[in-house]
């Protein structure tokens, strides 16, 4: 049936729509618009150029004091999310970290952009000398006892590879659960070792082992502190097994942090190492027998490392008291090149200690933790001493 004209008498919402493309047209051809354009472009060459030269600096340079490299230890997790807090209040307060207040140093972005490219750091005005002068550039020790003689060596990296296959253990390893432990005993750069235990090693730079390392010395330390009745944890995770040398303090932080949270009472937290220097300026005269000397460090890069200083200084003096010669001083660690916090900022009473170095034996090295047992015994009945009288 034919039906005239029934389109044009259905309602609207019954009629077919007919399909709309709306286009829109973008004009470059104005100045500005051209400037926006070209900006943008030159902006993403400059991003890729730098991110080039910084992806080959980290596969080729290695140990040197490069942007990268300074940017990679200069900035540890903690305070790459402080400085992300600063500028996005909304993931500071999202941030577990920032809980209750973090006691991280607080750096601005600002900061340090300055420091990756200029090689000064802000907070230490000293560095703006590393240029001109070049021990100031690698060491940056300052002695904090007058009868510091011999400034410790800067940590080598070793030459041989690192990692053996061994499946990498963040796990502290179980911790003794009866009494009270009151010291803390660790080894971040756990395969130091002496070059006369390694049969024909001659090399400071190969001056590390799986067996006999400083693992063993803390062995000794802990033993002779229990037998004076002093509860001593210590842990001896491989941070060798998880590659890299220079971020072994941020593998052994995870370490530290899960056994002071399961031991409040742990009043001294030592990280033993070994030092660089050769024999003669790590090697003294205790008795009558030679011991493995010992160097204090306390770590620049904690915003708290005065409580530290004092820690260290303490235990030098009680050293130069009982055993003359001993020590070889304290010093705070300021670098220009990274972190040298040590995971003290952990720890009000945390230090590091260099024990011999790499022409010293483990014999001598052993001795010298006899010694420091005695030490840290007395320093422990001076404070329990103090603190009685306090109440």
């Known amino acids: 049936m034919n039906i005239p004209h029934l389109r044009s008498r259905m ?19 104005t100045g500005r618009m051209r400037a926006l354009v070209v900006a943008l472009s030159v902006t993403m060459a400059i991003l890729f150029f730098v991110m080039s030269i910084f992806a080959a600096q980290l596969m080729e340079a290695k140990n040197q004091n490069t942007v990268a490299s300074r940017f990679l230890h200069s900035i540890s997790n903690q305070s790459l999310n402080s400085i992300i807090g600063q500028e996005i209040p909304l993931y500071a307060s999202a941030d577990p970290n920032h809980a209750g207040g973090s006691k991280e140093p607080q750096e601005s972005f600002s900061s340090l952009l300055f420091y990756l490219f200029t090689d000064v750091n802000v907070e230490h005005p000293e560095t703006m000398l590393g240029g001109s002068i070049a021990a100031m550039a690698v060491s940056h020790f300052e002695p904090l006892t007058e009868d510091s003689k011999y400034q410790p060596g800067d940590e080598v990296p070793p030459n041989q590879k690192q990692g053996d296959g061994q499946p990498p253990s963040t796990q502290p390893e179980p911790v003794p659960t009866k009494g009270k432990p009151l010291v803390y005993v660790y080894h971040s750069h756990n395969r130091e070792a002496y070059l006369p235990d390694l049969n024909g090693v001659k090399d400071f730079n190969m001056a590390y082992d799986k067996d006999k390392n400083i693992t063993l010395v803390g062995e000794e330390l802990v033993k002779k502190l229990e037998a004076k ?80 200083e004092e820690f260290a200084k303490k235990l030098h003096e009680k050293m130069q008291q009982m055993y003359p010669g001993l020590s070889k001083g304290a010093y705070t660690k300021r670098s220009t090149a990274y972190d040298t916090r040590y995971n003290q900022d952990l720890h009000p009473q945390s230090i590091l200690f260099e024990i011999g170095g790499p022409e010293n034996t483990l014999e001598e090295a052993k001795r010298t933790a006899d010694l420091l047992a005695d030490v840290i015994a007395s320093v422990l009945a001076d404070e329990q001493k103090t603190s009685q009288q306090g109440k």
């Not at 019954?14 to 047209?25: A, E, L, Y």
């Open 11 to 29: 309602r609207p919402e019954t009629m077919p729509r007919s399909r709309q493309f709306r286009t829109v047209t973008i004009n470059i051809g």
């Open 229 to 308: 009745q002093i509860e001593t944890i210590q842990t001896k995770v491989d941070y060798w097994t998880m590659g890299n040398f220079d971020n072994a303090y941020d593998y052994s932080r995870k370490t530290v942090q899960d056994v002071l949270a399961k031991n409040k009472s742990i009043q001294m937290v030592f990280d033993i190492h070994r030092d660089s220097q050769p024999r003669d300026k790590t090697t003294a005269v205790i008795n009558g027998q030679q011991v493995a000397s010992v160097y204090l460090i306390v770590g620049g890069s904690n915003k708290d490392y005065q409580k530290n």
